[in-house]
């Protein structure tokens, strides 16, 4: 039997951040129930999956959902992704009180690449406000950008994995939200021709009730924090 043929098989695109932090449990969930699907996990900024999307080369994808997709793609929803500015710990600008995109522009920046969908969103805000940026460093990996604002090189734009993070895992930085943005959310975003089974409709279920217990422990830190 091929694995193509396994009872629960598929392919998933997925941005990398959400590839390490989101999906691990669920499909933990899935192969206990399937333990015989073989599961393809493509990790891909947000053009490159719609493109495989397109082609057939995965079922499905994690990402931003959008108005502009083609007639073939529905989307799933998932959670709220908010934009938000990194900075290392203590950097001023963290503290300050009006922070806006010309705030941002003063300082070097480190950008994912131009095939995701956070970087062609921040920089078409950019772009309208008619401002420049100074992009120290590009990198096609959230977690690189994390790594390297720790270090201190820049600041980010960056949106969607610090719930699933833990606060150990980014304590040598510090988040604050970008309100001129609004909230981006993610999605799953499937062929609309594409027939689903019941293993998939399971599989979309274990994504939904992921992404809610995320949600209560994100909002539960919240509250202990405040």
């Known amino acids: 039997m091929s694995g193509s043929d396994r009872l629960g098989s598929f392919s998933i695109g997925s941005y990398p951040d959400l590839a390490l932090h989101y999906l691990p449990?669920?499909?933990s969930e899935y192969r206990s129930r399937y333990?015989?699907?073989?599961?393809?996990?493509?990790?891909?900024?947000?053009?490159?999956?719609?493109?495989?999307?397109?082609?057939?080369e995965v079922v499905m994808a994690l990402v931003h959902a959008t108005d502009d997709e083609g007639k073939d793609i529905s989307f799933v929803p998932l959670f709220d992704a908010p934009f938000n500015l990194l900075a290392p710990i203590a950097h001023p600008i963290l503290d300050d009180p009006a922070i806006s995109l010309?705030?941002?522009?003063?300082?070097?920046?480190?950008?994912l690449s131009l095939d995701s969908y956070a970087r062609r969103y921040f920089e078409n805000a950019?772009?309208?406000?008619?401002?420049?940026?100074?992009v120290g460093l590009e990198m096609d990996h959230s977690e690189l950008v994390r790594r390297y604002v720790e270090t201190g090189m820049g600041v980010a734009h960056d949106c969607h994995a610090v719930r699933f993070r833990t606060k150990k895992q980014?304590?040598?930085w510090?988040?604050?939200?970008e309100p001129y943005f609004s909230t981006g959310h993610?999605?799953?975003?499937?062929k609309a021709s594409h027939e689903r089974s019941a293993a998939l409709w399971e599989f979309i279920e274990d994504l939904k009730a992921a992404a809610i217990g995320a949600r209560?422990?994100?909002?539960?830190?919240g509250r202990a924090a405040s």
């Open 25 to 27: 449990p669920v499909l």
């Open 35 to 56: 333990p015989d699907a073989r599961i393809k996990v493509v990790a891909r900024p947000y053009q490159v999956l719609m493109e495989a999307l397109e082609a057939g």
């Open 102 to 111: 010309e705030t941002i522009a003063e300082w070097p920046l480190i950008l």
């Open 126 to 134: 950019v772009n309208e406000k008619g401002l420049r940026l100074q």
């Open 170 to 172: 980014h304590q040598a």
């Open 174 to 177: 510090g988040a604050r939200p």
């Open 186 to 190: 993610i999605s799953l975003a499937v």
């Open 216 to 221: 209560m422990r994100s909002d539960r830190e």
